[in-house]
Nanobody
C-alpha cells in the first residue's frame, strides 16, 4: 500500500500563488506516475497535471497550462504543484494521485490523498 498526504492549500487572492506538496509513504517503489486532480463543488473530479517517474514527461490540462508546474523529488517521495496566477475558477479540492502507470485518466491511479482545499477569492 501507498499513503499520500497533501499539504499547502489555503485561501489566496486572484493572481496569487500557492505551492502544494504531496508526500508518499509505504510501497513507494511501486509508484511510477504521480498526478494532481481537482474537484470543485457540484462538479466532477478533473485532471490537472501528471508527471512520470523520471520527471521528464509531464502533461497539463489546457486550463492550467502556463500557470501551473508539476515537479517531483524521488529522494523525498514528494510531488509538488506550483500554482501561479490563480483564478477564482481554480477553487477546488486538490487531490494527489499515484499509480504504476502514467496518464491523464483517474482510473489509472491506484492511490489517492485526502485532498487539500484551495480557495481563490476575486
Amino acid at each position: 500500500q501507498v499513503q499520500l498526504v497533501e499539504s499547502g492549500g489555503g485561501l489566496v487572492q486572484a493572481g496569487g500563488s500557492l505551492r502544494l506538496s504531496c508526500v508518499a509513504s509505504g510501497r513507494t517503489f511501486s509508484i511510477y506516475g504521480m498526478g494532481w486532480f481537482r474537484q470543485a463543488p457540484g462538479k466532477e473530479r478533473e485532471f490537472v497535471t501528471t508527471i512520470s517517474k523520471s520527471g521528464y514527461s509531464t502533461q497539463y490540462a489546457d486550463s492550467v497550462k502556463g500557470r501551473f508546474t508539476i515537479s517531483r523529488d524521488n529522494a523525498k517521495n514528494t510531488v509538488y504543484l506550483q500554482m501561479n496566477s490563480l483564478k477564482p475558477e481554480d477553487t477546488a479540492v486538490y487531490y494527489c494521485a499515484a499509480g504504476s502507470v502514467y496518464g491523464l485518466e483517474s482510473d489509472l491511479y491506484d492511490y489517492w490523498g485526502q485532498g487539500t482545499q484551495v480557495t481563490v477569492s476575486s
